[in-house]
């Protein structure tokens, strides 16, 4: 059987065709601009739809979809706040129209990249392990005892709303605090905030304007050296090793695997979080976690979504 793996995130879809044992077949993705609401929901319908028409890779058994968000079970909606729009958005029956028999399974990204990791990547074997992604937004992936932890309302892991600078600001609403500041979107924020602190800094980040200053940005600088990006990471990683902390604490896990799309570019900083994580966290546990890299990337979350098809379509995976 093929399976359809469907990434949705905060500036991007991704998907991908595997056979049941992982083996990534065909992987492509789209950007999705200036879209948003019904139009992302369109793009997601529309490629549903191409792909079930071609079989040159093997006829679509079942398609899995993760979602940067709240996917709600019950209805088969999702709330994800950085899609414009999808507060309470029907994908679900919206890929249904275009699936005709095929089965379709949704969960969060999170759920998915932990998945996908305990599938093919650095969980596997693991029944206490967390994926902390970081990329447009923050999000925790839990697996405790064996099974994903989802919370009373499938909102678990939703670890962007940590709460770690005080006082409480109006800004932490739209995301949370420690995703206002660490995340793909919180650290363009953040240099914003120290280029306006450092008023004699003439480096490069002072040349590309505001609306335009991204994360990548910053870690080209932080390559290079400059004054601002070394702050600014220095506060990331201040906030991501708090945040692991936490998580070590509450959780014991065996590892803790980052990974999203801005842990291609931050990989190298994990020795570096893991120090920051041992002034904070119960010293014993600290001792016993793993911190690791995505074993699979940016790939993590279509080869979960593949994972949640393959597990709908009734098989048992197999490596």
């Known amino acids: 059987m093929t399976l359809l793996g469907m990434d949705l995130g905060g500036t991007k879809l991704a998907y991908a065709l595997l056979n049941e044992k992982g083996k990534v077949l065909l992987k492509e993705h789209i950007a999705l601009g200036s879209r948003g609401s019904q139009d992302v929901g369109e793009l997601i319908s529309s490629s549903v739809k191409t792909l079930l028409g071609s079989e040159k890779y093997g006829a679509i058994g079942s398609i899995g979809i993760a979602v940067p968000g709240i996917y709600h079970a019950g209805n088969g909606r999702v709330w994800a706040p950085n899609i414009h729009g999808w507060e309470d958005y029907p994908l679900l029956d919206e890929v249904k129209k275009v699936s005709g028999e095929t089965p379709v399974v949704i969960d969060s990204d999170r759920a998915c990249y932990i998945l996908g990791e305990s599938w093919q990547g650095n969980a596997k074997g693991c029944r206490d392990v967390i994926y902390m992604a970081v990329g ?38 739209p995301c949370g605090c420690f995703e206002h500041y660490a995340s793909g979107e919180g650290i363009a924020g953040t240099a914003r905030m120290v280029l306006q602190e450092m008023k004699t800094y003439t480096g490069a980040l002072r040349d590309i304007p505001s609306g335009e200053l991204n994360a990548r940005d910053v870690f080209t600088a932080y390559v290079d050296d400059d004054p601002v990006a070394k702050e600014v990471i220095r506060l990331c990683i201040e906030f991501w090793g708090m945040a692991a902390a936490n998580l070590v604490s509450i959780f014991n896990p065996a590892k803790i695997i980052f990974g999203g799309g801005l842990f291609g570019p931050a990989a190298s900083l994990i020795p570096e979080i893991r120090r920051e994580a041992a002034k904070w966290a119960q010293p014993i546990s600290m001792q016993q976690v793993n911190f690791e890299f995505s074993a699979l990337g940016n790939d993590a979350g279509v080869i979960g979504a593949a994972f949640l098809a393959l597990k709908n379509a009734g098989l048992n995976p197999s490596t």
């Open 136 to 173: 447009t937004g923050i999000g925790a992936g839990i697996i405790t005892d064996g099974k994903v932890l989802r919370g009373a309302n499938d909102i678990a892991g939703a670890v962007g709303w940590m709460a770690l600078k005080k006082p409480y600001s109006e800004a932490y609403v």
